[in-house]
Structure formats: structure tokens, C-alpha cells
């Protein structure tokens, strides 16, 4: 069967108080009162992807203790700075490094769960907040960037024809069955809109309208990362995208509900049959890695070797087609505004880190290098 794992999505905010008033009393220990009213609240404005996060964050703080043989409920500042010491690799141990980013957000999550359970909070103590200052210190602030899957590649003009892993070649790598079919539109309903993950699976088909008289349709965002309100947004889908989601449509016959679905297959790779639910957010990383695999197995990636391959495969993740829009915007030559308002960003900084290395390659620089090349 596919390994595609599938979400239910109306079951993440059931039971979510419960499940983590539990997780923190197993941290705490029984005899605390944990604060169910606070954690009630907080959960019902918590994301799905918070939600999760904040519970595995837990975990590992717990599993930590454990092994270093501190009661969770008693461990004080002193434990917080070696757990980060080693977390960043600054003090040897089996943990496996953590970027920055993490790290912060591990200490927010394990600072909240003891403010729950009424206890003096040893995140916020002095010395952890300098030893987070020396650990941000020794390794840097700046967060990997997922690569990019643009339309047409890593090219230095739109007009110039697709090369290596791009959005054309995964496209063409598509099977020509119900599998294919779905990762058609999902391709193209996430180079359309540059939605993040939890966005694609959330999509309904309420959300989609038209096709209008050009062929093009809308997609309406209800939520997102920045919108946790549900003040929702809209997303621009092309003719070609309108008509991929038609063909996926009919074929598994989806009537309503969401759009992205798992398709079962056999132990020889036939489709089995198409799910009733969302895709989960994982799958989506899986199904981009999956379809890079099968563009370079039908030689749509050039020359490209199996070393480069698998870095490729490595680097990818569910966020790179939305990096590729935002490159392929600014080699378009289309505005920071226009871009943060057509794809929903709130924050310019993130865009314009997407577009660094591109600026790079085109920016001043490029071209004041260029117009002195034969002058030395």
C-alpha cells in the first residue's frame, strides 16, 4: 500500500485540552494542578501544527529528565542551559543538533507547561536567557532554506527552456493513472497559490471556484500560519490548473470535500483506490521527493548524477515549491508588495530571504561585474 499517511480533518481539535492538561501532568507529576481553564483556551487558539508541536516538545524535555535522572518538576535553570548546551553542540552528548529556531521554540513551549502547572518557570531564569544569548551567538540565527522547485528551474530568463528539478519536469514525471492525476494537481494548485502544507490539505472543493470565462478559477484560503484569525484570503489558479483538477476530479470521482487525497496502491504499484480524507501535511514532502525520483529515473533531470540526486532529495522539503514562486516572482521583475499580497505573506523579510540567492546572481553587483569584464 502507499505509504502516504492520511489526516482526519476534523479530528485534531478533539480532545486536544485533554491530551495536553495530560502531557503536562505526566511532566509535572500527578499532585500538581494543572490549570485546565488556561489550557483550554490556549488550545482552542493554538494552530493544529502548534497543537503538535507544543506536545512533542514536551516529550522530548520529558525524555531528556528521564535520562539524565532529574524530576522534571524540580529541574532548574542550570538543566535548561546544559540541555541547550547540548542541543546546539556545544557540549558533547548523543543529542542530535538543533537549529536556532527549534531550539527557542522548545524553550517557549516547556517555559508555558510549567506556568500551566503553577510552577516557577526555569526557562525564564537569567542564566538561560544568556546561555540561549551564547548559543544564538555560536550558531547564527539564519534558518535553512528548503531548495527551490521553480517553474523551469535554476534559469536565467523565463523564456529559456525547463531545466534539471523544476515544476515542468515533475510534472511530466506524473503517472498517467489516478496517482498521477493527483499529484498533477497538486503540483500545480501549489505553484498557483504557493500555499504551505496545512493549507493544501485543507483545501476543499467548496473552496474552488470556477473555471470563469478565461478558464481560470479562484482558491479560497480560509486559515493560515498568518491568519489565525480565519479572516481567509484568495489565491489566483491558472487555466492549466483548473484543468488538471477537472481531470483528477472526475476520475476519482470527488464530488465535495477535500480535494487532496491519499490513492492506496498495490504491492505492484497499481492504484487500489482513492481515500475519503485529506492528505496528511507530511505527505506532501514525500510526494515532491517520490516525484523527483521518477523525473530522474526517465532522464527529464539531464546529466544529473545519483550524488546530486540525493542532495536534491535531501534539501527538498514541502515548503520548496513556495520558495520557487517567490523566485521565479522576483526574476519577473514583479514587486515585494504585489508578491506578499498575492501569496499571503505577512513578514517581507522572509520573502526577500527567498529571493536572496537569486538577487545575488542578478542584483548590482551582477551587473556592474558584467559591464567591466572587458576592462581587465
Not at 518557570?121 to 542564566?127: G, N, V
Given at each position: 500500500?502507499?505509504?502516504?499517511?492520511?489526516?482526519?480533518?476534523?479530528?485534531?481539535?478533539?480532545?486536544?485540552?485533554?491530551?495536553?492538561?495530560?502531557?503536562?501532568?505526566?511532566?509535572?507529576?500527578?499532585?500538581?494542578?494543572?490549570?485546565?481553564?488556561?489550557?483550554?483556551?490556549?488550545?482552542?487558539?493554538?494552530?493544529?501544527?502548534?497543537?503538535?508541536?507544543?506536545?512533542?516538545?514536551?516529550?522530548?524535555?520529558?525524555?531528556?529528565?528521564?535520562?539524565?535522572?532529574?524530576?522534571?518538576?524540580?529541574a532548574g535553570p542550570s538543566d535548561v542551559t546544559r540541555w541547550l548546551r547540548q542541543l546546539g553542540g556545544t557540549e558533547?552528548?548523543?543529542?542530535?543538533?538543533?537549529?536556532?529556531?527549534?531550539?527557542?521554540?522548545?524553550?517557549?513551549?516547556?517555559?508555558?507547561?510549567?506556568?500551566?502547572?503553577?510552577?516557577?518557570?526555569?526557562?525564564?531564569?537569567?542564566?538561560?536567557?544568556?546561555?540561549?544569548?551564547?548559543?544564538?551567538?555560536?550558531?547564527?540565527?539564519?534558518?535553512?532554506?528548503?531548495?527551490?522547485?521553480?517553474?523551469?528551474?535554476?534559469?536565467?530568463?523565463?523564456?529559456?527552456?525547463?531545466?534539471?528539478?523544476?515544476?515542468?519536469?515533475?510534472?511530466?514525471?506524473?503517472?498517467?493513472?489516478?496517482?498521477?492525476?493527483?499529484?498533477?494537481?497538486?503540483?500545480?494548485?501549489?505553484?498557483?497559490?504557493?500555499?504551505?502544507?496545512?493549507?493544501?490539505?485543507?483545501?476543499?472543493?467548496?473552496?474552488?471556484?470556477?473555471?470563469?470565462?478565461?478558464?481560470?478559477?479562484?482558491?479560497?484560503?480560509?486559515?493560515?500560519?498568518?491568519?489565525?484569525?480565519?479572516?481567509?484570503?484568495?489565491?489566483?489558479?491558472?487555466?492549466?490548473?483548473?484543468?488538471?483538477?477537472?481531470?483528477?476530479?472526475?476520475?476519482?470521482?470527488?464530488?465535495?470535500?477535500?480535494?487532496?487525497?491519499?490513492?492506496?496502491?498495490?504491492?505492484?504499484?497499481?492504484?487500489?483506490?482513492?481515500?475519503?480524507?485529506?492528505?496528511?501535511?507530511?505527505?506532501?514532502?514525500?510526494?515532491?521527493?517520490?516525484?523527483?525520483?521518477?523525473?530522474?529515473a526517465k532522464k527529464f533531470l539531464g546529466a544529473m548524477g545519483e550524488t546530486e540526486l540525493e542532495r536534491w532529495v535531501?534539501?527538498?522539503?514541502?515548503?520548496?515549491?513556495?520558495?520557487?514562486?517567490?523566485?521565479?516572482?522576483?526574476?519577473?521583475?514583479?514587486?515585494?508588495?504585489?508578491?506578499?499580497?498575492?501569496?499571503?505573506?505577512?513578514?517581507?523579510?522572509?520573502?526577500?530571504?527567498?529571493?536572496?540567492?537569486?538577487?545575488?546572481?542578478?542584483?548590482?553587483?551582477?551587473?556592474?561585474?558584467?559591464?567591466?569584464?572587458?576592462?581587465?
Open positions: 500500500m502507499d505509504a502516504e499517511p492520511t489526516l482526519n480533518m476534523t479530528a485534531l481539535s478533539d480532545g486536544v485540552a485533554a491530551a495536553v492538561a495530560g502531557d503536562v501532568r505526566e511532566l509535572v507529576g500527578p499532585a500538581r494542578t494543572v490549570d485546565t481553564a488556561l489550557i483550554d483556551a490556549a488550545t482552542r487558539g493554538w494552530s493544529a501544527n502548534t497543537q503538535r508541536a507544543f506536545r512533542s516538545d514536551l516529550a522530548l524535555w520529558a525524555d531528556w529528565c528521564r535520562r539524565q535522572g532529574i524530576g522534571a518538576a524540580a558533547p552528548s548523543q543529542e542530535r543538533p538543533r537549529a536556532m529556531a527549534t531550539i527557542e521554540r522548545y524553550l517557549v513551549h516547556i517555559g508555558w507547561a510549567y506556568r500551566i502547572a503553577g510552577l516557577a518557570d526555569p526557562t525564564s531564569a537569567p542564566l538561560v536567557k544568556l546561555e540561549k544569548k551564547a548559543l544564538r551567538k555560536a550558531l547564527g540565527v539564519r534558518q535553512r532554506q528548503a531548495r527551490a522547485i521553480r517553474f523551469k528551474g535554476d534559469i536565467s530568463d523565463l523564456d529559456s527552456p525547463a531545466s534539471g528539478v523544476c515544476l515542468a519536469h515533475l510534472i511530466k514525471a506524473c503517472r498517467r493513472d489516478l496517482l498521477g492525476l493527483r499529484d498533477e494537481a497538486l503540483l500545480r494548485v501549489a505553484y498557483d497559490s504557493a500555499a504551505r502544507r496545512s493549507e493544501l490539505v485543507a483545501i476543499l472543493i467548496e473552496h474552488i471556484d470556477g473555471p470563469d470565462e478565461t478558464g481560470a478559477g479562484t482558491l479560497f484560503v480560509p486559515r493560515s500560519k498568518t491568519d489565525q484569525a480565519g479572516e481567509g484570503a484568495y489565491a489566483y489558479l491558472s487555466p492549466a490548473t483548473m484543468r488538471a483538477i477537472t481531470r483528477w476530479r472526475t476520475a476519482a470521482r470527488i464530488e465535495r470535500g477535500p480535494l487532496l487525497r491519499r490513492v492506496e496502491v498495490h504491492f505492484d504499484g497499481s492504484v487500489a483506490a482513492v481515500g475519503s480524507d485529506a492528505l496528511h501535511p507530511g505527505s506532501i514532502s514525500l510526494i515532491y521527493r517520490r516525484l523527483i525520483r521518477a523525473a530522474h535531501k534539501a527538498v522539503s514541502s515548503h520548496s515549491i513556495r520558495v520557487g514562486v517567490a523566485q521565479d516572482n522576483f526574476a519577473a521583475d514583479e514587486s515585494l508588495p504585489a508578491i506578499m499580497q498575492a501569496y499571503r505573506w505577512r513578514d517581507p523579510k522572509t520573502v526577500l530571504r527567498y529571493g536572496a540567492r537569486l538577487a545575488a546572481k542578478s542584483g548590482a553587483s551582477a551587473r556592474m561585474a558584467a559591464r567591466l569584464a572587458g576592462e581587465i
